[in-house]
Each structure stands twice: as structure tokens, then as C-alpha cells.
């Protein structure tokens, strides 16, 4: 237990003194180049006593030394934080991490706890030193970031207008993030279209072209040319190997005259591992709107004729079909997941009104059940108005742009709490326009993931 207590302690020191270090170092970097001390003041601990100060100071070495802590300027502290310390008996704000303690602190536990912070965190943890920083190619720490259980996704999307220059939302900061991939090409328009393992999946707009990135840290990969040539659109859906794209990762993509091929990362090439079977209805009428869905190693894509789903195992290879009515009065529809249970989102129209609805699909009789709607006060806002979707995530956490001649709006919608979230506009950066999505994916934030 005391273990465990000291990993959460260092991950919120860690966290505040990295904060405070960028402010502090930005502040006086004029003032003198040569001055490395890092401060964090009124850093609260997690037993409930008095704010303390964490000091470290940091030379030009790969390691950390600790110092004497600086003076904080007096602060005028809340009459509960007064009266607290008056019964501690303790009448000090800062608190040094005792060198004593802190320097038999295991090495390998620093990859475990650094694993676990915030992404935004860890690109700042970057600067700290060369050792931190070669962390992004360290296979220990790789591990260590599998082990981690997801958080809520990412969103990678795409703007009309900025069609190569993608936007990434991060739900836990409610805050819009610009990577600049400068690798993708600049001649086509390439569009994400599925996810895993912290990669995402690009293809052009002509089906022919595939690209693998992972977005946070711009590692990029042009796939090889596919065997044989489909000018049609083609879904694309995508699995991880094993816990990590270590492991490697297969990429599918599948016509609707029933021609399919797969990608396998690790044999870097294409391959045709059979045909679909007599008992699969061809043309299979994709539905190109919905993204696919992954569970485990299977991949489930939207049919329209029959209405229903195709699935294809990547580790069997086997192809199945389900049919499954759609409910009345449904457009705009997309699949989406919710850990193992397969969902359906759309828009539900019946005269005048429109509002979203959430569907769970019955694993014994294979009908969608309606579990929850968007409120209906948000429902209001479309009334008499023709509106139109577009689902640009569907792992656990959906985002979708709703969109009329009057509204552009994103919300989330987290399946498992059943919770209904406004999205801010996506503003590029020295902009000052609201972008309109056109497409996106979710995808879970890897450091290490390697395309």
C-alpha cells in the first residue's frame, strides 16, 4: 500500500512541478540563462495536510538531483487551510522530496508511473532529459503502456477547406489539438478511416492509396500497392495483433462486389486469403457512412440489401452475415461499440422531428433496441429543419457533427454513462472561422505506437 501511495504522490508532483516549471522557466529565461531551478508551490497532498512546495533541480545531466526549496511569496490562505494547520501544529507551505527517500527510488517504476500521466503531460516530461525522452522508443515502456486500461479516445478529424491538415479532440481537457503531419501527401486528399492500437488509417479519396500514422508522435508509414486494383469505394476496418501494435496490426479492406484484401504489418504486404462464401449475398450495398466496428479480432461493417451486418474474423478468416431490420424512420445511421457490445446511432425523423437515437443490438434475437435519445431540448433545435449526421468516432465515446443551413454543432455521447456532451468549435490555429468536420475516427492516444 505504501508503494502504491508513493507512485500516486510522485504522479501528481511530477505533474504540478512540470507545470511550474514551464511558467517559471519561461518567466525568467531572460533574465538568466544559466539559473535551472525548477519550483512548484502549493502542491496539495494526498493525505489532506497543508499545500506543499516540491523543489528538484535539474543540470545538464540525465538525472535529477534534489535541493533546498525556495522561498515561496506569503499567500493569503483560506480560513479552512488556516485553521487545518493550526491543529497540524505545522506552520510550513513547502515540503522537500528528502533525497534520503527519493533517491533508491527504483528506476524501472519511473516508466510505470510515467506511463500513466496525461498525454499532454508527457510531451512536456520530454524536456526533462535524453532518457526520458528515447522513452518513446523503449520496449519496457511499452509494456508498461499496455498495461494501462484506455481512457476515453481521441478524435482525429478533418475540415472542409483543410482537407490535409487534420485536428485531433481530446475529450478529458474539452480541448482542440493541430498536429502538423507533414508527411502525408499534399497532392491527394487522404482521409482517416479506422483505427487501432493508437494508429490511425488513412486512404484517398481515389481508394487506392493507404497510409498508417500515429498522430501524437508522427510516426508515418505509405502502405505497399495493393494486389489488384478496385475503382469503387471500398469500408476499411483494422485490428491490433495483441496488446500493443508491437505485436503488429492487419489492415482489411472489402467491395461490394465481394473483393477483399488484407494487410499484414508485420509481413509488410497484401495477401487474398480466400473468397467470400456462397452464403454471403453479393453485391454486399455497403453502407460507406458507418465506419466499422473491432471487437477483439473480428471487424462488423453495415449492409443495406439485406439490412444487417457482414463480420470477418482476421484471425480466421471466415466471413458470416446477419440480418438485422433496421428501425422505421432511421437515416444517417452508423454502427459503433460499447467494449464488447456492438450499438447503432442515427437520426430518427417522423414529421417534423428529428432527434439522435442510441441502439443496443440483442445478441438472441438480433434486434436493435432503443437504450437512450439525445434531450430533447437539444431535439427542439432541429425541428422542421432537414438535418444531417455524420458519425467521426464510434469507439465507447461517438462524436457527431450535426449539420443544417442554420447549425453546425458536435456533441459526444458517452455510451456507457449514457451522457450528453457539447463539443466547442474546432478553430485552427491564428483562425478565427469554425472549421466544418467532413469525416474522422476515434482512436486511443499511444505513445508508442509504431506504424
Known sequence: MEGLAMLKQLIGQLQHLLDSYHSHHHHNHNHNHNHHRWTSLDIEDSSGDDSCGLVMSAGKSDSFRMSEPLKSPPTKKPRRDRSRGKSSGRSCTTEVMEQEIWKDFPEDLFESVIARLPIATFFRFRSVCRQWNSLLTSQSFSEHCAQVPKENPWFYTISHGTMNTGAMYDPSLNKWRHPAISTVPTKSIVLPVASTGGLVCFLDIGHQYFYVCNPLTQS??????????????????????????????????????????????????????????????????????????????????????????????????????????????????????????????????????????????????LLWKEVDRMPNIWCLDFYGKPVRMICLGNKSLLMLSLRSKQMNRLVTYNIARKEWLKVPGCVMPRGRKRQWIASGTAFHPCLTAVA
Open 220 to 365: 508515418f508509414k505509405e502502405l505497399p500497392a495493393r494486389s489488384f486494383k478496385v475503382w469503387s469505394r471500398v469500408a476499411v476496418g483494422m485490428t491490433i495483433n495483441g496488446n500493443s501494435t508491437g505485436s503488429g496490426y492487419k489492415i482489411l479492406w472489402v467491395g461490394c462486389d465481394g473483393e477483399y484484401e488484407v494487410f499484414d504489418s508485420v509481413r509488410n504486404s497484401w495477401s487474398r486469403p480466400g473468397n467470400m462464401p456462397a452464403g454471403v449475398k453479393l453485391p454486399l450495398s455497403l453502407n460507406f457512412r458507418s465506419q466499422s466496428v473491432s471487437i477483439d479480432s473480428t471487424l462488423y461493417f453495415m449492409r443495406a440489401d439485406p439490412e444487417g451486418i457482414v463480420s470477418y474474423d482476421m484471425a480466421t478468416g471466415v466471413w458470416k452475415q446477419y440480418i438485422i431490420p433496421a428501425p422505421l424512420h432511421l437515416t444517417d445511421h452508423t454502427l459503433a461499440q460499447c467494449g464488447d457490445q456492438i450499438m447503432l446511432v442515427g437520426l430518427l425523423t417522423k414529421n417534423a422531428a428529428t432527434c439522435v437515437c442510441i441502439w443496443e443490438l440483442q445478441k438472441m434475437t
